[in-house]
T-cell receptor
Framework: GESVGLHLPTLSVQEGDNSIINCAYSNSASDYFIWYKQESGKGPQFIIDIRSNMDKRQGQRVTVLLNKTVKHLSLQIAATQPGDSAVYFCAENGRAAGNKLTFGGGTRVLVKP | NAGVMQNPRHLVRRRGQEARLRCSPMKGHSHVYWYRQLPEEGLKFMVY????????ESGMPKERFSAEFPKEGPSILRIQQVVRGDSAAYFCASSPRAGLYEQYFGPGTRLTVT
């Protein structure tokens, strides 16, 4: 079936460096993508979203890139901080899927001081 | 502006008992979604509801699971005759309108079946 998956299960990054988290999706009908951050014992926290008519969107310290040709999504975190340590999920939605989000398996980011 | 509220945060049930999980969406949100998460995995969609209506329950197991979102009060996810495989974190999310918009998640209910 359609799925959203991640290349790297764990990413270790030095504090202050930039982080890049990747996500591949297989549903070419996907219209909308969201990145969530989940800390231990908490619910997913919305970070940033992007629609399929865009290829880049920036937020505070975060940038999401969308490459529809190869069905690839990435999240860039600038100047990674200890508080960025968490599991990051990409999720996708599409008009054919209704309102339900399909989540990838997650990437754990560990920030080293 | 309170976020999505869920209770209880932790729930322990013996096999065969019933579990009731509650979700109050963000103020002004009339669309509620339930997801289940197993340890070290992503969230899996279960059901999408609007007030008094189930819109999409394609992710719900056919037996023992039910959901409602009454005109007044929180949304309820009900699991009857729980089994050990039901142990998971159950998350509720809400959005202000239908369509491709962000969903805001609650803190989850961690169900443990003993």
């Amino acid at each position: 079936g359609e799925s959203v998956g991640l290349h790297l299960p764990t990413l270790s990054v030095q504090e202050g460096d930039n982080s890049i988290i990747n996500c591949a999706y297989s549903n070419s009908a996907s219209d909308y993508f969201i990145w969530y951050k989940q800390e231990s014992g908490k619910g997913p926290q919305f970070i940033i979203d992007i629609r399929s008519n865009m290829d880049k969107r920036q937020g505070q310290r975060v940038t999401v890139l969308l490459n529809k040709t190869v069905k690839h999504l990435s999240l860039q975190i600038a100047a990674t901080q200890p508080g960025d340590s968490a599991v990051y999920f990409c999720a996708e939605n599409g008009r054919a899927a209704g309102n339900k989000l399909t989540f990838g398996g997650g990437t754990r980011v560990l920030v080293k001081p | 502006n309170a976020g999505v509220m869920q209770n209880p945060r932790h729930l322990v049930r013996r096999r065969g008992q019933e579990a009731r999980l509650r979700c109050s969406p963000m103020k002004g949100h009339s669309h509620v979604y339930w997801y289940r998460q197993l340890p070290e995995e992503g969230l899996k969609f279960m059901v999408y509801l609007q007030k008094e209506n189930i819109i999409d329950e394609s992710g719900m197991p056919k037996e023992r699971f039910s959901a409602e979102f009454p005109k007044e009060g929180p949304s309820i996810l009900r699991i009857q005759q729980v089994v050990r495989g039901d142990s998971a974190a159950y998350f509720c999310a809400s959005s202000p309108r239908a369509g491709l918009y962000e969903q805001y998640f609650g803190p989850g209910t961690r169900l443990t079946v003993t």
